[in-house]
């Protein structure tokens, strides 16, 4: 099993521009979060999904999107990119509320 | 929503020492867990407390749960350099967020 993969683990985004993260899992777990991670800092939740068809927001949505059409994959998507969006991004999954996250690799973003 | 306060945010210690953070809440909380992640890293889960005072031992982590089910911590007993990382904290059970408490950094120094 692979787990959690995210790609691409690194990038560099002008300001303006977009790009989608991608996150896929592979243990058929319904719940799938997003979250972002200032140097130093803690782990910020963006959007999470329970299942396909089904996202909500997290604490710092702004300025990001997601949608979740199959159970497999969440994509994040930044549309207008900002230097304040500058982060490591994780992905993670869960099979039930109570079970324990799976994380993948993390994304580092940096947007110039 | 479930938050969660971690103290100490960051405690540098002697290898040999022995470490202690902690998770509190203002409500009580179905289930804790905690996560570790190395420097670099991505998260990584380490245990899930259930019960009411409950208290499970990983080698050297000793994790506890309190009796009325607001707060939790976890004790390293003689640290070791592969220790160092930062440690979170999070409610589970019953919640569909997945929200960490703001981490606790430790730095073992040989």
């Known amino acids: 099993n692979a787990g959690v993969t995210q790609t691409p683990k690194f990038r560099i985004l002008k300001i303006g521009q977009s790009m989608t993260l991608q996150c896929t899992q592979d243990?058929?777990?319904?719940?799938m979060y997003w979250y972002r991670q200032d140097p130093g800092m803690g782990l910020k939740l963006i959007y999470y999904s329970v299942g396909a068809g089904i996202t909500d927001k997290g604490e710092v949505p702004n300025g990001y999107n997601v949608s979740r059409s199959t159970t497999e994959d969440f994509p994040l998507r930044l549309e207008l990119a900002a230097p304040s969006q500058t982060s490591v991004y994780f992905c993670?999954?869960?099979?039930?509320?109570?079970?324990?996250?799976?994380f993948g690799q993390g994304t580092r973003l940096t947007v110039v | 929503g479930q938050q969660v306060m971690q103290i100490p945010q960051y405690q540098h210690v002697q290898e040999g020492e022995d470490f202690t953070t902690y998770c509190n809440s203002s409500?009580?909380?179905?289930?804790i867990q905690w996560y570790k992640q190395r420097p670099g890293g991505h998260p990584v889960f380490l245990i899930q407390?259930?019960?009411?005072?409950e208290v499970k031992k990983q080698k050297r982590l000793t994790f506890q749960f309190g009796e009325a089910k607001k707060n939790s911590s976890l004790h390293i007993t003689a640290t070791q350099t592969t220790d160092v990382g930062t440690y979170f904290c999070?409610?589970?059970?019953?919640?569909?967020?997945?929200?960490f408490g703001a981490g606790t950094r430790l730095a073992v120094h040989p």
């Open positions: 407390l259930v019960k009411s005072g």
């Open positions: 243990m058929n777990h319904n719940y």
């Open positions: 993670a999954s869960k099979r039930t509320d109570d079970t324990e996250a799976f």
């Open positions: 409500t009580t909380l179905s289930n």
């Open positions: 999070a409610p589970s059970g019953g919640y569909n967020k997945l929200i």
